[in-house]
């Protein structure tokens, strides 16, 4: 069993930036990963960084948002910079283990003037 604990959201506006991080109970040795979900629409894929530090990205974040991990912190981290308002959604961190996918409880980011 892993918990997941995000947090850094919060309300900022456009073209400003937020750091979330997001804390697991244990040593995770998979992929982590990074989901958004606005209101009305899908969990989408945000980020994903391997244990040895491979990234990936959403075309849409790609050159504003940098996903890094700490392993010895057990934490992941996603900064965001050049915000938009499109980039509000509640922000998801998952962690892939060998027996199954877990979920955080998720945090909100608002970008609004």
């Known amino acids: 069993q892993v918990q997941l604990v995000e947090s850094g959201g919060g309300l900022v506006q456009p073209g400003g930036s937020l750091r979330l991080s997001c804390a697991a109970s244990r040593s995770i040795f998979g992929v982590m990963y990074w989901y958004r979900q606005a209101p009305g629409k899908q969990r989408d894929l945000v980020a994903s960084?391997?244990?040895?530090?491979?990234?990936n990205y959403a075309d849409s974040v790609k050159g504003r948002f940098t996903i890094s991990r700490d392993n010895a912190k057990n934490t992941v981290y996603l900064q965001m910079n050049s915000l938009k308002s499109e980039d509000t959604a509640i922000y998801y961190c998952?962690?892939?283990?060998?027996?199954?996918?877990?979920w955080g409880q998720g945090t909100q980011v608002t970008v609004s003037s």
């Open positions: 960084i391997t244990y040895g530090g491979t990234t």
């Open positions: 998952k962690a892939r283990t060998p027996t199954s996918d877990y």
